[in-house]
């Protein structure tokens, strides 16, 4: 996958050159082509290619997360530890 990047830009940085160094070009255009012919395109395809592999990234660091919480608690939950509630305090209201 990155051969297939790596080479795409050493041909847009060719493309830029080429059109630098043409008597017709000018270097604000070459800056352009490598823009919008090379480092644009790569780097959309790249990320998009890397979603399965944040969104596997992410799924272990939250069952990592979850571990660690079952570790402390005993359960996945964080209010299923097995210990009965504080003193709740009663809403205060108006009589009508």
Avoid: C
Avoid at 17 to 27: K, M
Avoid at 38 to 67: D, I
């Amino acid at each position: 996958m990155y051969l297939v990047a790596i080479a795409w830009l050493y041909v847009a940085l060719m493309m830029a050159v080429a059109e630098a160094t043409s008597t017709q070009g000018t270097v604000i255009g070459a800056v352009f082509t490598f823009l919008l012919y090379g480092l644009g395109p790569v780097s959309l395809v790249m990320y998009l290619l890397g979603t399965p592999a944040r969104r596997r990234a992410r799924r272990a660091f939250e069952q990592q997360l979850e571990a660690q919480a079952t570790e402390r608690t005993g359960s996945p939950e964080p209010d299923q530890g097995g210990h009965a509630p504080g003193a709740p305090v009663a809403p205060v209201r108006k009589e009508p």
